[in-house]
């Protein structure tokens, strides 16, 4: 329901834009959030966007990352100046409820199979 794109390898410094398209039976869903995974780390909400058009980001990629509606099923994450640290696999969410748009990852019941990025220095 749910598929993710854009992932790659880049430099540190460049950019990426990975983009989540989202079924017609989840377009009209309450929130759109990516996440980042790294091997052997819990998952951690890169950014969310909500219904009302409300957007948040997690500390880290303040300033660097966008994300935004290209249409009612593509959400995309704009991510410039890239960091190695940045370098997980990249998993796009949604969900129609707000608690679960708000809670733990696990709360959100619909994820694609996520997308590998790499920055090197």
């Known amino acids: 329901q749910l598929v993710e794109s854009g992932g790659g390898s880049v430099q540190a410094g460049e950019s990426r834009k990975l983009s989540c398209k989202l079924s017609?039976?989840?377009?009209?869903?309450?929130?759109v959030a990516w996440f980042r995974q790294v091997p052997g780390k819990e998952r951690i909400r890169v950014a969310i966007?909500?219904?009302?058009?409300?957007i948040k980001y997690g500390e880290s990629v303040k300033g660097r990352f966008s994300l935004f509606a290209e249409n009612a099923e593509t959400v995309n994450l704009q991510m410039d100046k890239l960091k190695p640290e940045d370098t997980a696999t990249y998993y796009c969410?949604?969900?129609?409820?707000?608690?679960?748009?708000?809670?733990?990852?696990?709360?959100?019941?619909?994820w694609g199979q996520g997308t590998a990025v790499t920055v090197s220095a």
């Open positions: 969410a949604a969900d129609w409820i707000a608690w679960r748009c708000q809670g733990i990852p696990s709360d959100l019941r619909y």
């Open positions: 017609e039976d989840i377009t009209d869903r309450y929130c």
């Open positions: 966007l909500n219904r009302d058009g409300s």
